[in-house]
């Protein structure tokens, strides 16, 4: 269960708006609206993303507020759900597909249109019995000092939990950055963003 | 404050590294003495490239010759993993680019009792006392970084340290 146990690695993030008095109410309604939900049907590559609870990947029900509000701190996970096929297998299938549908049909070479419908039949198919790759990736949030900590470092990953999270909660994150920690010494920030890189056993600029 | 400015974290790694080697591991931040050394990971890269271009890991990862012979053949630090005690805490961590991004933290032996609710409060409050061991490091060397001591004596140190003179 994400920030409760075992190492950590994240990406720290400063929560921009201010906290709404209602945000117990909002805060539930929002993860309930953006909660994962099993799409059906995906196409190729496509990912599915919404909330869960950190206790179970499958729990999506967020009217228990112990489950996700710990005194001052809101922790949930972000799901990620994509399925994908093999390549070399699809293609060989396609193929296949192709030959018979030549021999059937007499002809040396099929339309592309038939290609096209043939190889998203089988796209569509394998999907249909192929299992989704599940990530779940916590975030805590200290609601009143609006910071927050996601379990991920990846950027892709990350731009897809700032969406996600602007959607449900209508507050910005921006990433931390050193500069930071110069709130208690705001006389080094502008010198400091001005200086240039060193050059390291070949003189400083 | 929305800038990552990645050359200052590079050289926050590089002066903390040197920092750290000159005072026999002790640094003091904020009136208070801590211990602080490289562990088992640095990863290099390119001034003007974000892949790594070296890593080395194990043991003595900070004494090995080629981790001083990538920043003085002007590789710049990427990630670099620390190890830091205060009281009777310690601290591995990983800190990673522009961000700070952590990896691999692993926090002080905490107590085990109480609830979810317990467990988070106390794992939040030690991720946070290591924030602000970081924020005054990050302090400390900005003060260093904008001051004509940086030109002066800091990077002719560390230019000596890494031919081995100091």
């Known amino acids: 269960m994400g920030f409760l146990k075992g190492r950590l690695t994240f990406r720290r993030y400063r929560v921009i708006d201010p906290l709404p008095d209602d945000f117990r109410d909002r805060f539930e309604e929002a993860l309930t609206d953006q909660a994962f939900r099993d799409p059906g049907s995906v196409s190729k590559g496509e990912e599915t993303v919404g909330w869960v609870r950190t206790d179970n990947l499958l729990e999506t029900d967020f009217s228990n507020r112990d489950k996700w509000l710990y005194t001052h701190y809101l922790m949930a996970g972000m799901r990620i759900d994509k399925k994908s096929l093999p390549t070399p297998l699809v293609r060989a299938m396609i193929e296949q597909r192709i030959e018979a549908w030549c021999e059937e049909n007499g002809r040396a070479r099929a339309p592309a249109s038939v290609r096209s419908d043939i190889r998203v039949n089988i796209e569509n198919d394998l999907l249909a019995r192929t299992l989704p790759t599940v990530k779940m990736i916590p975030f805590c949030w200290n609601l009143p000092e609006g910071w927050l900590l996601f379990e991920n470092t990846s950027d892709r990953i990350n731009d897809r939990f700032r969406t996600l999270f602007r959607n449900s909660f209508g507050v910005t994150l921006e990433a931390f950055t050193p500069l930071d920690f110069l709130v208690e010494t705001p006389e080094l920030v502008d010198p400091l963003a001005a200086v240039g890189m060193t050059v390291m056993g070949g003189g400083a600029s | ?166």
Not at chain 2, 138 to 160: S, T
């Open chain 2, 1 to 166: 404050m929305t800038e990552s400015l990645p050359h200052l974290s590079t050289e926050f790694f590089t002066w903390l590294w040197w920092a750290s080697e000159q005072g026999g591991g002790r640094l003091t931040v904020d009136g208070e003495e801590i211990i602080l050394w490289v562990d088992d990971r640095l990863a290099f890269r390119l001034p003007s490239e974000d892949a790594s271009r070296a890593v080395l890991t194990g043991a003595d990862t900070a004494r090995a010759a080629e981790a001083k012979a990538a920043l003085a053949a002007g590789k710049v630090i990427k990630e670099v993993r620390l190890r830091i005690q205060w009281d009777d805490r310690e601290y591995g961590v990983t800190l990673k680019g522009a961000r700070l991004d952590v990896g691999g933290l692993v926090l002080p032996a905490l107590p085990e009792d109480g609830d979810e609710q317990d467990r988070l409060m106390i794992r939040m409050e030690a991720i946070e006392a290591l924030w602000a061991v970081l924020g005054a490091l990050y302090r400390r060397f900005a003060a260093v970084r904008v001051a004509d001591d940086w030109h002066q004596e800091v990077v002719p140190g560390i230019e000596r340290w890494l031919k081995g003179q100091a």
